[in-house]
């Protein structure tokens, strides 16, 4: 599992050297490319179905960040490589407490606090994404910096766990609505 971790943790520029011209590839790095291309659309698709906000939420917030700090860590240690990524760090704050604001929350008859997102938390995530892309490409282009996956999933966790910890707050709130279901009420917005 740690060799998995690790070959996950290489730059997706040697990743590509590693094809050969025949277009045969290596499976470690197709396998590396599905995990997180899989683990992110299933965090997405989450994102937008009604589910319990609940604290085991943070465990994959934790995994995602010890990912993201696996050697060789999510940056080069140079001035330049540890600006950019406490740039694209706290743009990953920003949008996960921007997106946890944009989640309707209403509580259940059986006390249970329930979250799903809708176009705006879509809308939100797409500009998460793309903020952290084009800062990557901006550090890439003038300092050089190589693309490193484990800036990603260090982003991914951060920002998770921000919108983790904001929807926890507002599910201590007496004031949410009240559903008979975990299922949104027809007239419920989920675009807020």
């Given at each position: 599992?740690?060799?998995l971790?690790?070959?996950?943790?290489?730059?997706?520029?040697?990743?590509?050297?590693?094809?050969?011209?025949?277009?045969?590839?290596?499976?470690a790095?197709?396998?590396?490319?599905?995990?997180?291309v899989?683990?992110?659309v299933?965090?997405?698709?989450?994102q937008?179905?009604?589910?319990?906000?609940?604290?085991?939420?943070?465990?994959?917030?934790?995994?995602?960040?010890?990912?993201?700090?696996?050697?060789?860590?999510?940056?080069?240690?140079?001035?330049?490589?540890?600006?950019?990524?406490?740039?694209?760090l706290?743009?990953?704050?920003?949008?996960?407490?921007l997106?946890?604001?944009?989640?309707?929350?209403?509580?259940?008859?059986?006390?249970?606090?329930?979250?799903?997102?809708?176009?705006?938390?879509?809308?939100?995530?797409?500009?998460t994404?793309?903020?952290?892309?084009?800062?990557?490409?901006?550090?890439?282009?003038?300092?050089?910096?190589?693309?490193n996956?484990?800036?990603?999933?260090?982003?991914?966790?951060?920002?998770?766990?921000?919108?983790?910890?904001?929807?926890?707050?507002?599910a201590?709130?007496?004031a949410l609505?009240?559903?008979?279901?975990?299922?949104?009420?027809?007239?419920?917005?989920?675009?807020?």
């Amino acid at each position: 599992m740690l060799s998995l971790l690790a070959l996950s943790s290489v730059a997706p520029t040697a990743q590509l050297a590693a094809f050969h011209a025949d277009g045969s590839g290596d499976f470690a790095v197709v396998f590396n490319t599905v995990l997180v291309v899989g683990i992110t659309v299933g965090v997405l698709i989450t994102q937008f179905t009604a589910r319990e906000v609940r604290p085991r939420m943070y465990i994959w917030c934790a995994l995602l960040v010890a990912r993201g700090c696996v050697p060789p860590g999510p940056s080069e240690a140079t001035t330049g490589g540890i600006g950019f990524l406490v740039l694209a760090l706290a743009i990953s704050v920003v949008f996960g407490a921007l997106r946890a604001r944009s989640m309707p929350m209403w509580r259940t008859t059986a006390g249970k606090v329930i979250r799903k997102g809708g176009m705006g938390t879509m809308w939100l995530w797409l500009a998460t994404i793309a903020a952290r892309l084009v800062v990557g490409a901006i550090a890439h282009v003038t300092t050089g910096e190589p693309i490193n996956v484990n800036a990603l999933w260090l982003g991914m966790g951060v920002t998770l766990l921000v919108q983790q910890y904001f929807l926890g707050l507002r599910a201590k709130d007496s004031a949410l609505p009240v559903r008979e279901s975990a299922a949104p009420a027809a007239g419920l917005r989920t675009s807020e």
